[in-house]
């Protein structure tokens, strides 16, 4: 951990930071519900609203040190070859290509640099990331490579952190993160999903929250505040990560929950806030989100940095913690 007074910055130069690459949104995806388009939208709407060039961080594609901490080298090989086979290629769900691949190694060192910003300031956003679908041998449901999970192991190697906590809060359970985490206690797994969508099969995570197809604001957020802050104080995280997917949405086309734009604001404040309350930094990651207008995607995500961004104005000096212990 680093020294709390890295974090009692001049309260003129303390801006959120974003990670941003133009290169997540130029490969192709035809009509698929995937909407990369949206991480061009997110960027074009946070620079019109007066996010500056120096607050945007560009990634460098992930070292292939960092991605085995978590995938095989068989499959990274198959990645950088091609060599996926027709089931390994079906089972991403996504045109695989090149291009594809470098998405991927890309998101991944983004969610890296946005830990990094994270332990550095208080707070970070990455505009791409949360893919908890990867395993360490295979793809799928439109995630290659777990850019969560890296990061949260390369904290660890590099004696950053000892521990961390990952809130998912997209649709889907994180069924690939669950098991990579099943058996290293220094990181606590929650998941909030919808229980009758993908994946069928749903490891267990530290805590899984399951709700089912029409449940709404009101079972969502209450199952949130069930939880949270309870568990930042019990298991006191180094760092949290946090997968803010839009697609719990009324709107979406892959999911039932039905929580509104209100709702999903107010999941994010309390997962945000109360993470900066008590001191901890925190990562965001979009993750998922395939509503049928990808405007409403966008304005969900914006809804995120919005919540992001008043968090950090309110909490500019945090309380003190002590620093992680390296023994």
Same mark, same amino acid.
């Given at each position: 951990?680093?020294?709390?007074?890295?974090?009692?910055?001049?309260?003129?130069?303390?801006?959120?930071?974003?990670?941003?690459?133009?290169?997540?949104?130029?490969?192709?995806?035809?009509?698929?519900?995937?909407?990369?388009?949206?991480?061009?939208?997110?960027?074009?709407?946070?620079?019109?609203?007066?996010?500056?060039?120096?607050?945007?961080?560009?990634?460098?594609?992930?070292? !292939?040190?960092?991605?085995?901490?978590?995938?095989?080298?068989?499959?990274?090989?198959?990645?950088?070859?091609?060599?996926?086979?027709?089931?390994?290629?079906?089972?991403?769900?996504?045109?695989?290509?090149?291009?594809?691949?470098?998405?991927?190694?890309?998101?991944?060192?983004?969610?890296?640099?946005?830990? !990094?910003?994270?332990?550095?300031?208080?707070?970070?956003?990455?505009?791409?990331?949360?893919?908890?679908?990867?395993?360490?041998?295979?793809?799928?449901?439109?995630?290659?490579?777990?850019?969560?999970?890296?990061?949260?192991?390369?904290?660890?190697?590099?004696?950053?952190?000892?521990?961390?906590?990952?809130?998912?809060?997209?649709?889907?359970?994180?069924?690939?993160?669950?098991?990579?985490?099943?058996?290293?206690?220094?990181?606590?797994?929650?998941?909030?999903?919808?229980?009758?969508?993908?994946?069928?099969?749903?490891?267990?995570?530290?805590?899984?929250?399951?709700?089912?197809?029409?449940?709404?604001?009101?079972?969502?957020?209450?199952?949130?505040?069930?939880?949270?802050?309870?568990?930042?104080? !019990?298991?006191?995280?180094?760092?949290?990560?946090?997968?803010?997917?839009?697609?719990?949405?009324?709107?979406?086309?892959?999911?039932?929950?039905?929580?509104?734009?209100?709702?999903?604001?107010?999941?994010?404040?309390?997962?945000?806030?109360?993470?900066?309350?008590?001191?901890?930094?925190?990562?965001?990651?979009?993750?998922?989100?395939?509503?049928?207008?990808? !405007?409403?995607?966008?304005?969900?995500?914006?809804?995120?940095?919005?919540?992001?961004?008043?968090?950090?104005?309110?909490?500019?000096?945090?309380?003190?913690?002590?620093?992680?212990?390296?023994?």
């Amino acid at each position: 951990m680093p020294n709390i007074l890295s974090f009692l910055l001049p309260l003129g130069r303390q801006r959120l930071s974003y990670v941003y690459s133009p290169e997540y949104w130029m490969w192709p995806t035809a009509k698929h519900v995937f909407p990369v388009k949206k991480y061009r939208m997110v960027y074009e709407r946070l620079a019109s609203r007066g996010a500056r060039r120096e607050d945007f961080l560009k990634p460098r594609p992930a070292t !292939e040190k960092d991605l085995l901490l978590v995938h095989t080298p068989k499959y990274l090989r198959k990645l950088k070859t091609g060599g996926l086979s027709h089931a390994e290629a079906t089972a991403l769900e996504l045109p695989f290509s090149p291009d594809l691949v470098r998405f991927a190694f890309l998101s991944v060192g983004g969610t890296v640099i946005a830990a !990094e910003q994270a332990l550095r300031c208080g707070l970070a956003v990455h505009l791409g990331g949360g893919f908890h679908h990867a395993f360490p041998d295979h793809g799928e449901g439109f995630c290659l490579l777990n850019d969560v999970a890296v990061s949260c192991l390369k904290l660890k190697v590099e004696r950053k952190i000892q521990k961390a906590m990952i809130v998912d809060c997209d649709l889907h359970q994180g069924n690939g993160t669950a098991s990579i985490f099943s058996r290293q206690g220094f990181v606590f797994t929650f998941s909030i999903h919808q229980m009758d969508v993908y994946p069928a099969e749903k490891p267990p995570s530290t805590v899984d929250v399951g709700l089912w197809s029409g449940d709404g604001d009101e079972e969502y957020l209450s199952a949130m505040n069930a939880y949270f802050p309870r568990l930042y104080r !019990e298991f006191a995280p180094d760092i949290v990560f946090y997968l803010a997917g839009a697609d719990p949405f009324v709107g979406d086309q892959l999911g039932g929950l039905k929580v509104t734009r209100e709702g999903l604001r107010e999941r994010d404040r309390i997962v945000i806030e109360n993470a900066r309350r008590l001191g901890i930094p925190l990562t965001v990651v979009l993750a998922g989100g395939y509503a049928a207008d990808v !405007e409403d995607v966008v304005a969900i995500h914006l809804n995120t940095i919005s919540v992001a961004q008043k968090t950090l104005r309110r909490f500019r000096i945090l309380p003190s913690r002590p620093p992680a212990s390296h023994s």
